[in-house]
């Protein structure tokens, strides 16, 4: 079974003009997913700094994504995780928390835009641009 971790940067199309993705994005997450606290405080932050949302507006764009999603906590444990991936592989730190998470819950699959689709991850997580034709 294939286990789903989001990146923020594919759930902030939900946000967007570019109604084709913000569909594909509202399509996956129907289906259940992973994301970590990080992803929430970065989809958070996009939306209040720069897309100039109000708290409540953001409040009522995560509740469904919380909701849906299981949202693992960010521990040590992570941050370690994540500054084993950032040495390893060369992401920077905030992308390597995210894959640490991914791999840290057993996903197999990570959907990002921004890091290298196809990239394998210790074997067993998978990033994938979910826009990639």
């Known amino acids: 079974m294939v286990e789903r971790f989001f990146d923020t940067n594919v759930l902030l199309y939900l946000l967007s003009a570019e109604t084709a993705k913000a569909d594909l994005v509202e399509e996956m997450l129907v289906a259940g997913g992973t994301i970590s606290v990080q992803v929430l405080n970065e989809f958070t932050s996009v ?9 409540a507006e953001v409040r009522e764009v995560l ?4 909701a849906t999603c299981q949202v693992l906590p960010l521990t040590t444990q992570t941050h370690q995780r994540g500054l084993q991936v950032a040495e390893r592989y060369r992401f920077s730190f905030y992308d390597a928390l995210i894959v640490g998470a991914a791999l840290e819950s057993g ?14 991850i210790d074997d067993t997580l998978t990033i994938k641009n979910p826009f990639r034709v």
């Open 63 to 66: 509740e469904p994504i919380s």
């Open 47 to 55: 939306a209040l700094r720069k897309l100039g949302m109000k708290v």
């Open 107 to 120: 996903c197999t699959v990570l959907y990002s835009e921004d890091m290298q689709d196809g990239q394998l």
